[in-house]
């Protein structure tokens, strides 16, 4: 017991030296659920769900889940090699399994805490005993998942977009935005934790109703934790090491190459993120005030044909700034050592950026080659430009949140911010017009453009594009800036 306790301190205390991840634990929950949890409401609302006060209370779930899976899944990733060796020096498995357990669950703690505070300052909480164990439960829940994808997957990138994965079909196919009775959502992690915290009965729970479902997911969740951390602690994969290369413009693009999974998530993602739109859209119809030919005009639309148009750039914003966040975080000691050694900043300034720029491109061409599938723009090159605007503009955001912020923070961040903006600032269905903050927020240019061209059949937002460029040529200049103090300074 003493030896886990030392292992439980040691493992705390090395999370808690890096005050990012600590901060990010607190802050991130915090944003989300006093930021977004009204308009999330809303839009499950307008898309069939049930809004209200009950899906702001879920959102502190789902806050909690996201971080604690993002915070697990980098503690598998990390500890591999430390763990093996601590059990080939003869440390009991079951001890050190015990530790990590204990460690992600205050991980977890910490996170569940900073949302269920926010909440109760933001709304308050009808139900304290259900909301606090239900967020809990959320956050449990996906500690298993992200211990599952850290044992299964090694690439950071690919990981994270993974977990982004199961989290997005869990919030968007979940009962808050749907039907609680449709049978193919049923196995999503935190279905029944969702009804139970809602206090909206499933009826299909059977005997141990939904209480008793969740519980189980839970304890599963746990179990699983248990067995990926004990297997990782047995056995090491051997690193891979990388060739030389002729021009780091060749080398960034050959070690993206590799990353096969990652290019194949860049496809998957959106075109279930996409689909996802469709399907869960009430057919109704809906107005918007667009700019046609210099007056204002209101254009009216089928919501169920408009809604997956719309949703593209979400889906192609949040990978793009994933992808320039890990672009920085991998690559970061590799190009210290490479200006050391001689080669030019400016050459690898290229390499990187030119990865993330093939990023932004493979995720914009899934996007728009799905949309095209279920929505026809009114200018098809206008709105294909104005997704590739806003996927380079978040491409450079990530590298950005890549050199002042840590993995953990980081990748919530990645997809928090191109939610916020594009999501919910710039939507037309939750905002009649565009709020001062929206208009300040980078998506606005081109969100601008992409609307425009989506629904109308004349060009009238030059500004919106001059705007959106301006944003591209800052973001390049700022990134620039900071690529070439941060290996200089390495340098020096």
Same mark, same amino acid.
């Given at each position: 017991m003493t030896?886990?306790?030392?292992?439980?301190r040691r493992y705390v205390s090395e999370t808690a030296r890096n005050p990012v991840t600590v901060s990010m634990l607190v802050i991130v929950p915090v944003v989300f659920v006093a930021i977004a949890a009204q308009k999330i409401a809303d839009a499950a609302e307008l898309l069939g769900g049930q809004g209200g006060v009950e899906v702001e209370t879920v959102t502190a779930g789902w806050a909690a889940a996201f971080i604690s899976a993002i915070a697990m899944y980098f503690q598998i990733r990390s500890a591999r090699a430390t763990d093996r060796r601590l059990v080939l020096a003869g440390l009991a498995p079951a001890r050190l399994v015990a530790a990590r357990l204990a460690t992600g669950l205050a991980l977890a703690v910490t996170a569940t805490a %900073?949302?269920?505070?926010?909440?109760?300052?933001?709304?308050?909480?009808? %139900?304290?005993?259900?909301?606090?164990?239900?967020?809990?439960?959320?956050?449990v829940i996906y500690l298993g998942i992200g211990a599952l994808v850290?044992?299964? @997957?090694?690439?950071?990138?690919?990981?994270?977009?993974?977990v982004f994965f199961v989290w997005i079909l869990d919030v968007f196919l979940g009962p808050a935005f749907g039907s609680a009775d449709r049978v193919v959502t049923r196995p999503l992690p935190t279905h029944f934790a969702a009804l139970w915290m809602m206090?909206?009965?499933?009826?299909?729970?059977?005997?141990?109703?939904?209480?008793?479902?969740?519980?189980?997911?839970?304890?599963? %969740?746990l179990t699983v934790s248990w067995t990926v951390v004990a297997a990782t602690s047995r056995?090491?994969?051997?690193?891979?090491?990388?060739?030389?290369?002729?021009?780091?413009?060749?080398?960034?693009?050959?070690?993206?190459?590799?990353?096969?999974?990652?290019?194949?998530?860049?496809?998957? @993602?959106?075109?279930?993120?996409?689909?996802?739109?469709?399907v869960t859209t009430p057919e109704e119809y809906q107005s918007m005030l667009l700019p046609e030919n210099g007056r204002r005009v209101a254009v009216r639309f089928w919501f169920p044909d408009a809604h997956p148009g719309f949703m593209a750039p979400v889906s192609i914003a949040s990978l793009a700034a994933l992808v320039g966040l890990f672009t920085v975080l991998q690559a970061r000691s590799g190009d210290q050592r490479l200006v050391l050694a001689g080669l030019r900043a400016r050459s690898l300034l290229v390499a990187r950026l030119s990865v993330v720029a093939l990023g932004a491109l493979i995720a914009t061409a899934a996007s728009v080659a799905v949309t095209a599938a279920l929505f026809d723009a009114r200018q098809w090159g206008l709105y294909l430009v104005a997704n590739l605007l806003l996927g380079l503009t978040y491409g450079l955001i990530g590298v950005l949140i890549g050199s002042f912020v840590g993995r953990v923070g980081g990748v919530f961040i990645a997809f928090l911010v191109p939610f916020l903006?594009?999501?919910?600032?710039?939507?037309?269905?939750?905002?009649?017009?565009?709020?001062?903050?929206?208009?300040?927020?980078?998506?606005?240019?081109?969100?601008?453009?992409?609307?425009?061209? %989506?629904?109308?059949?004349?060009?009238?937002?030059?500004?919106?594009?001059?705007?959106?460029?301006?944003?591209l040529a800052g973001l390049t200049f700022t990134a620039a800036?900071?690529?070439?103090r941060a290996v200089r300074t390495t340098a020096t």
């Open positions: 030896t886990t306790g030392l292992l439980i %900073a949302a269920l505070v926010t909440l109760a300052a933001r709304t308050g909480i009808d %139900a304290p005993g259900r909301t606090i164990a239900g967020t809990l439960m959320f956050a850290g044992a299964l @997957v090694p690439g950071p990138v690919n990981g994270t977009v993974l206090d909206l009965p499933s009826r299909h729970g059977g005997r141990i109703g939904d209480l008793g479902w969740a519980l189980v997911w839970t304890a599963a %969740a056995a090491a994969r051997p690193r891979h090491r990388a060739g030389q290369l002729a021009t780091a413009l060749r080398m960034g693009l050959r070690e993206a190459g590799r990353n096969r999974v990652l290019w194949a998530l860049l496809i998957a @993602v959106p075109t279930v993120f996409i689909l996802l739109a469709a903006d594009l999501g919910i600032e710039q939507s037309p269905m939750l905002n009649s017009e565009v709020s001062g903050l929206g208009r300040a927020l980078p998506g606005y240019g081109a969100s601008r453009v992409l609307y425009d061209a %989506a629904l109308t059949a004349s060009f009238d937002e030059t500004g919106p594009l001059l705007i959106a460029l301006a944003w800036l900071l690529f070439r």
